[in-house]
C-alpha cells in the first residue's frame, strides 16, 4: 500500500516491454509506486493530469506526440507545476538532451543506468532538484551551444535581479558542480549555497536547477567552452 509520502511516478514509453521492465524495478521501490503507463507523448501529458503524477519518466522517440512536446507540454501548465519530467535517452549525450532541458525537463538519464541509478534519479528529481552529470552538463550543453545556431544571445539584463554572489553561484551550477563543491570552493557551508541558488530560482523564474543552466548558457553568463 502506498505511503503518503510515495513518489507518483508515470512510465511514458512506446515500447510495452520497456514499460513492464521499469515497472517492475519501479514497483520494487517501497517509497516509489508507478500510477500509469503512456505509450504517447499525447498519453503522457493526459495521465500526468488525471494520474496526479509526481515525476515522469520520458522516452524522447514516440507516436502522436513526441517527448519533448510532451514534456513542453507538462512544464508549462500550471496545474501541472508540481510534476517533474526526467528523460530516458538512449546515448545520455545526444542532440535531444539540450532541447529536453529547454523545455523544462529536470534531467536526463541513460537508459543503460543501473537499476539503483534510476531508482535514485527518480527520488532526487522528485525531490525539486535536478539529475545532471557534470560531464554531461559540461560537455553536451556546451557542445550545443557553441553551434552557429545555437549560440546564446547575451541578455545581461535578465541577470541583473541576481547579486553578485548569486550570478557567481549560478555560474558554478551552470558548469555542474554539486552545492557541496560550490561550498568548498568559495568556503561557505552548503546550507549557504543552498540558500542562494533558491533565490536565484525565484527571481529568474526557473522551475529547477536544470532551467538555471539553460538560462546560465541563454544570457552569456557562461560561454561555452569558456566559463563565467
Given amino acids: ?20 521492465g521499469l515497472r517492475v524495478l519501479v ?14 507523448g499525447r498519453e503522457a501529458v493526459e495521465l500526468a493530469r488525471s494520474e496526479r503524477a509526481d515525476v515522469v519518466l520520458m522516452d524522447i522517440r514516440m507516436p502522436d506526440l513526441d517527448g519533448l512536446e510532451a514534456t513542453r507540454l507538462i512544464t508549462a501548465d500550471d496545474d501541472l507545476a508540481g510534476v517533474r519530467v526526467l528523460v530516458l535517452t538512449t546515448f545520455e549525450v545526444n542532440e ?31 525531490r ?37 554572489r548569486e550570478r557567481e553561484i549560478v555560474s558554478m551550477v551552470a558548469t555542474g558542480a554539486s552545492n ?12 549557504t549555497v543552498k540558500t542562494h541558488v533558491s533565490r536565484a530560482l525565484l527571481k529568474l523564474g526557473a522551475r529547477d536547477r536544470a532551467q538555471l543552466v539553460v538560462l546560465a548558457y541563454e544570457t552569456g553568463l557562461v560561454t561555452p567552452g569558456g566559463g563565467a
Fill in 128 to 164: 525539486g532538484e535536478a539529475l545532471l552529470s557534470p560531464s554531461a552538463t559540461k560537455g553536451l550543453i556546451a557542445r550545443f551551444l557553441s553551434q552557429p545556431d545555437r549560440a546564446p544571445v547575451p541578455a545581461p539584463e535578465r541577470l541583473s535581479v541576481l547579486t553578485e
Fill in 27 to 40: 514497483d520494487s521501490a517501497p517509497d516509489l509506486e508507478v500510477v500509469g503507463e503512456a505509450a504517447t
Fill in 180 to 191: 557541496d563543491e560550490i561550498a568548498e570552493q568559495l568556503e561557505v557551508s552548503p546550507l
Fill in 1 to 20: 500500500m502506498a505511503g503518503e509520502d510515495t513518489v507518483r511516478v508515470l512510465l511514458a514509453d512506446d515500447q510495452v516491454l520497456v514499460r513492464a
Fill in 96 to 126: 535531444y538532451v539540450f532541447e529536453a532541458l529547454r523545455a523544462g525537463a529536470s534531467g536526463f538519464l541513460g537508459k543503460g543506468a543501473e537499476p539503483g541509478e534510476l531508482l535514485d534519479a527518480i527520488r532526487v528529481v522528485a
